[in-house]
């Protein structure tokens, strides 16, 4: 039996999660469910970072300014990922994005991460 929720429960669920301490990060290859291959090192070094959101509004909710990821050479980046902690923490969630490959050190912005509760297809 399917379950769905009005666009009002859906905002109420993502304004929660929303507590001002969502974090992005950057993966080499599907995080699963657990965060699994977080890129990792570099100069300066990669890590996380603090997400701003808006409020939500018709069941999801947009970053409200770019972010940016310090990302090392030779690093090609699949994934993004929600975190509730700047290291270590609750993986929240995933977002398979286009290849990005980093011949050198450089930087990912993240300009769109929009967060929405839809019904998983799998």
Known sequence: MAQEFTDFAKNFMLDALDT???????HTATPGLTG???VTGGTPAYA?????????SGGSMALTA???LDIPSGVTVSFLGIWDAVTAGNFLGQVDIAD???GSQ???????????LDQDPA
């Open 106 to 116: 450089g930087t990912l912005d993240v300009t769109a991460l929009t967060l929405a």
């Open 36 to 38: 699994a291959n977080e």
């Open 20 to 26: 001002g301490v969502i974090y992005v990060s950057a």
């Open 48 to 56: 996380r970072q603090l997400a701003g959101y808006n409020a939500a």
């Open 66 to 68: 770019t972010e940016t």
């Open 100 to 102: 990005e490959v980093f």
